[in-house]
Each structure stands twice: as structure tokens, then as C-alpha cells.
């Protein structure tokens, strides 16, 4: 690999190149830790796109490692998860590892710190223990069980594993320094007593270690040369390399962060999203408004939208908050370019063709770009002579369904769709002119009859669907789920984020597979939803529509 062949995109790849150029790092090794504690959110995705994408562009490889060191909020139901989303992702981990792995390595490590003098068992209360950590202005205090020999602490520690000490009574804790600046550095936790069993090592553990003190010797284990992660663990980078300077371990991996994702109009941790799901704001993790990965899947976002949108927003130190206005322009590009195209009448009103026989069929053939004969401008894999086209038919009949805003009687000036007199192209199909029209008793229009014409050039193009065939669908709207704005975000929640309509849909919707993003002409993006019967989802509206005043 020519390194200097390569443009680093983000200052880890400066560090990266300098550090393989150095001879420092022989071959880029990199992680994904998530803790399976909850779905995959689109933050997660960021961080996800960045280790898998980063590792290969410099030949190097990605493992997903489950953090799973704390039992108490885990479980396997969240990994398998978590490994569907991470394949959807299209990221092929080159091992996937659990945490939970390399516990007897972690509790020898924690034996080495004790016998260095490194470590002891303190017998404090959780509430002492606070007390005695100082504040950011003050130093801490030493615990009275600070001095105690090696022999006793490690007689101690036995016994914190031996199932004879209950939750809380004692805690293994790093022998720093009580009076550091850095409180993360003020002889932290590194075993806590937990009698709770795990999804991978059952009742085998009644200690758990904590997460500063597992994770850089999870690294050290699988030899991760550039150990990723958001800012909020700058302050906790000293003591990962005390961690890893102490405990001696071989392969001496480092840390480096970069800024989490957050965007407009939601929340993201998935503490706050756990919320949701638990107070039944939401229909579960991968409900359609949620910003988990399953979530958008369900909604129809494509997984190369997101990968786009991860890669357009980039990595820095410091990034603001996204607006989701960016996210959906790198859905609907996406979109724009795969998605096939069918008619859908939210709004019906009935539209008769007089002259031609009643009985009378066509089936149009149209692509599955859903132009008639044209396919899709701009497709991603561009068409070849050898690309199949793919075609289905839509039925006319003289009696059709089209958008109650697509005809007036009385029309503003610049309305370019059916108006008494006037033309307009159905859609796929030949040009119309409106002959005349029913309303019912308060004016309402009813009924609009029109004639089959040779014009070949109309202004408006509208959608319309054959009554006899039509298909019933629900349509699900949604807004922001919790808008942004001051206070606590349970007081933000939107419980009017989800509106739904009926709409008449042509017959080939009932083919349509959960999930699948398609265009309904001049409405907005659509997919079926995975769990309720005939409901298409809104992925992401179009760019513009001209809205009637
Ligand atoms: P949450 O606050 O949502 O619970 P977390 O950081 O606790 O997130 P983890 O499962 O520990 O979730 O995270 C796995 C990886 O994803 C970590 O490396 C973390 O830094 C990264 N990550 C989490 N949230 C974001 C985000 N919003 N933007 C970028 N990376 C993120
Ligand atoms: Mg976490």
C-alpha cells in the first residue's frame, strides 16, 4: 500500500498514516464495542461506518466486540440484534468477540495490579466511597482500607469472588491517587460484588469488572491498534493507560476520540430511547419515528443512505448537531435513484372516462422505474444491454380514482392540473379533457367526467388508480418524536408524531415487500410496514410539492 497515494479524510487517518509510515503500527486493527444494552442507533452507525470503513481502507480489519460487562441491562437478544444491524450495515466484522470473553484474563490482570501494590479491596459503603472522591475542586480522601497488604487484598479479592460477599459490601479498587485533577484518576472502581447472572457466563462471576478497566484490556487482547471512541472518554484516556501500562499487557493498543452524532428533533442515547420503548411512546425499538437502525429499516431508509449520510457528515473533534433535514436529503437521493414508482390516491374522488365502452381494459406495461417505457434516470447501477427490465402492467378502465386536489372546478391561477374544459395527462397514459363534473349539496365535488383525447402535450401530470382493482392501504405520517427545545425531553415527547389516512393504491402494491423504499408519484416515499396489515410508512416526503393555498 502506497501511503502516500492515500488523502486522509479526518485527523485519525493522519494519525493512522503516521503511526504504519513510523513502523509503529505494522496493520491497522480495529473495533465496534457496543454494549448490548439496547438497538443500534444512527449514532452507532457513525461509529460503525467509521472503524469498518477506516480498517479497510488501510488493509486492515474490524472486529464487533460485544461490551457485555455489565449483566444487570444486557442480554442476547440485543447482540443478535445487533449483528443484524451491523450486516445490514453491509460490515463484514472480521471476528466478533464478547467482552465477557476475557473475564478470567481481566480478573488475572486485577490479581497483577493487587500484587504490584496496585490495587486493594475497600469495604467503604457506595456512599462513603462518593463522599471520599473529593469534588472537582477539592481532593479527595484515602479510604482506611487503602494500606492493606498485598496478602490480605488478595485473600479479599478471593473472597469477593467466592459468592460470600453481597452486592456492595466490598469493591476492588486502582491505588492512583486521591488528590489528582482528573476525579477519573482518584482510585476508581475496578470489581464491583454483583449476584447477577450473565447471558453468556451464567452464575459463573458474582464480580463484574467495571467498564474503564475492561475496556483497554479488551483492546490489549485483540492487539486493536487505534481504539475509537466519543469525547466523553477524553478524560478517561489517563487512566486507560494506566490500565494498559500497568497490568503489562503485550500489545499496548491506544485511544483516540472524536466527536459523537447527534441530530435535530430526537433523542439519541439509548437510555432516553429504552425510555421510550418502556413507556410505551413508541411501538417497541423499531418503531418507524424511533432513530435505532431497526427503527429506519422498518421506516424503508435504505442502509446506503445511512452509510452515505455517515460519510458525508464525516468525523472531527468537534461537530455540532446535525439537522435531520440532512439526513433525509441523503435518504430521498437515494431513494431517487432506486426507488420504483407507483400511483397512490390519498384523497379519491371518482373520475369516469365517457367515451370509451363501459367494460373497456388496458393493462400498460410500465418499467419498474415506474416510467412509462423510460426507465429511472439516474439508477445506481447504471442499465447495460444485459440489464433485465424489469415491467408490470396497470390496469385502466374508464372508471378511475384521482386526487381530490388534482381537480377545481374554480382554479387560482398557475394550477396546471384538470380543470373544467381543460387537459391534463393521467399519468402513464393518454391525455384527458374534463367534460364536466357532480357535486353533492354543500358544492362538494363528486364526480368528474372526461374524455379520452389525441392531444399530445398537457401541462399536469396526475396520478390516478382503477377503482374495481385498487387496493385499500393505510398511510403512517410521522413527525419529530421529541422536537428539540429546553427541559427535560420526557416534557418534549410529540404523542400527535404519528398521523395516518387511508388511500387507494394500484393493485401492484400487494407485491410490495416490508421495507421496501418506492415513490408514490408526487406524494412522497413509502414502505410497507413489517407489522401491521397493508400500512405503508412515510420514509421521507419530497423535496417539493406545490401546495395549494
Ligand atoms: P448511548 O449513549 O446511546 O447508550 P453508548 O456510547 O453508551 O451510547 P455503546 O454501546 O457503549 O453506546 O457505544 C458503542 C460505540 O458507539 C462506542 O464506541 C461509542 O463511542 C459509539 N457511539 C455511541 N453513540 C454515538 C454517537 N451518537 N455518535 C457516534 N458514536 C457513538
Ligand atoms: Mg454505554
Not at 404 to 410: A, I, K, V
Request: net charge negative.
Amino acid at each position: 500500500m502506497d501511503l502516500d497515494k492515500i488523502t486522509p479524510s479526518n485527523f485519525i487517518e493522519d494519525i493512522i498514516i503516521n503511526d504504519l509510515k513510523s513502523g509503529k503500527v505494522k496493520s491497522v486493527v480495529m473495533r465496534f464495542p457496543p454494549e448490548p444494552n439496547g438497538r443500534l442507533h444512527i449514532g452507532h452507525a457513525k461509529a460503525a461506518c467509521f472503524n469498518f470503513s477506516t480498517s479497510k481502507k488501510f488493509g486492515g480489519i474490524c472486529n464487533l466486540r460485544f461490551d457485555d460487562t455489565n449483566p444487570v441491562k444486557e442480554d442476547a437478544d440485543f447482540c443478535d440484534q445487533i449483528l443484524y444491524d451491523i450486516n445490514w450495515l453491509g460490515f463484514t466484522p472480521a471476528g466478533v468477540y464478547y467482552a465477557s470473553d476475557y473475564f478470567e484474563y481481566m480478573r488475572d490482570c486485577a490479581v497483577t495490579l493487587i500484587k504490584k501494590g496496585l490495587a486493594y479491596v475497600d469495604e467503604s459503603t457506595p456512599d462513603e466511597i462518593r463522599l471520599m472522591r473529593g469534588t472537582l475542586t477539592e481532593a479527595g480522601k484515602n479510604s482506611p482500607f487503602r494500606n492493606r497488604s498485598v496478602k490480605e487484598n488478595l485473600l479479599l479479592f478471593d473472597k469477593m469472588q467466592s459468592g460470600s460477599v453481597k452486592d456492595g459490601g466490598m469493591v476492588l479498587r486502582a491505588k492512583i491517587d486521591m488528590a489528582s485533577p482528573n476525579m477519573n484518576m482518584r482510585d476508581p472502581v475496578v470489581y464491583r460484588v454483583l449476584h447477577t447472572p450473565h447471558h453468556r457466563t451464567g452464575d459463573k462471576w458474582c464480580m463484574y469488572p467495571m467498564y474503564d478497566f475492561a475496556h483497554p484490556l479488551e483492546d490489549a487482547v485483540e492487539g486493536i491498534t487505534h481504539s475509537c471512541c466519543t469525547m466523553e472518554f477524553e478524560d478517561h484516556r489517563p487512566l486507560y493507560d494506566w490500565f494498559i501500562d500497568n497490568c503489562d499487557t503485550e500489545h499496548k493498543p491506544r485511544q483516540i476520540e472524536f466527536a459523537r452524532l447527534s441530530l435535530t428533533d430526537t433523542v439519541m442515547s439509548k437510555r432516553y430511547l429504552k425510555q421510550l420503548v418502556d413507556t410505551n411512546v413508541v411501538d417497541g425499538w423499531d418503531d418507524p419515528r424511533m432513530p435505532t437502525l431497526s427503527g429506519l429499516r422498518r421506516r424503508g431508509v435504505p442502509s446506503h443512505a445511512i452509510v452515505a449520510f455517515c460519510n458525508e457528515v464525516g468525523l472531527a473533534k468537534s461537530v455540532g448537531t446535525v439537522d435531520a433535514a440532512q439526513f433525509n436529503d441523503c435518504v430521498r437521493d437515494e431513494l431517487n435513484a432506486v426507488a420504483k414508482r407507483y400511483m397512490v390516491v390519498p384523497d379519491p374522488v371518482e373520475l369516469d372516462i365517457v367515451n370509451l365502452e363501459n367494460g373497456y381494459k388496458e393493462d400498460i406495461e410500465v418499467t419498474e422505474g415506474g416510467e412509462y417505457v423510460v426507465p429511472h434516470p439516474t439508477p445506481i447501477d447504471p442499465p447495460t444491454s444485459t440489464t433485465p427490465v424489469v415491467t408490470r402492467n396497470i390496469r385502466l378502465t374508464p372508471r378511475l380514482y384521482i386526487n381530490r386536489e388534482d381537480f377545481m372546478p374554480d382554479p387560482p391561477k398557475g394550477y396546471h392540473r384538470l380543470v373544467p374544459g381543460g387537459l391534463a395527462r393521467l399519468k402513464n397514459s393518454f391525455i384527458v379533457r374534463c367534460v364536466g363534473y357532480d357535486t353533492d349539496d354543500s358544492g362538494k365535488v363528486v364526480k368528474i367526467y372526461c374524455e379520452k383525447t389525441d392531444e399530445v402535450k398537457a401541462k399536469g401530470v396526475i396520478q390516478w388508480v382503477d377503482r374495481d382493482s385498487a387496493e385499500d392501504i393505510e398511510i403512517r405520517n410521522f413527525s419529530a418524536i421529541v422536537p428539540d427545545g429546553e427541559g427535560d425531553f420526557t416534557e418534549r415527547i410529540n404523542r400527535d408524531s404519528l398521523v395516518t389516512g387511508t388511500a387507494k393504491a394500484e393493485a401492484a402494491v400487494k407485491d410490495l415487500k416490508a421495507g421496501e423504499g418506492v415513490q408514490f408519484f408526487r406524494i412522497g416515499y413509502f414502505a410497507r410496514d413489517s407489522k401491521i396489515e397493508n400500512a405503508f410508512n412515510c420514509v421521507v416526503e419530497l423535496k417539493s410539492t406545490f401546495k395549494i393555498k
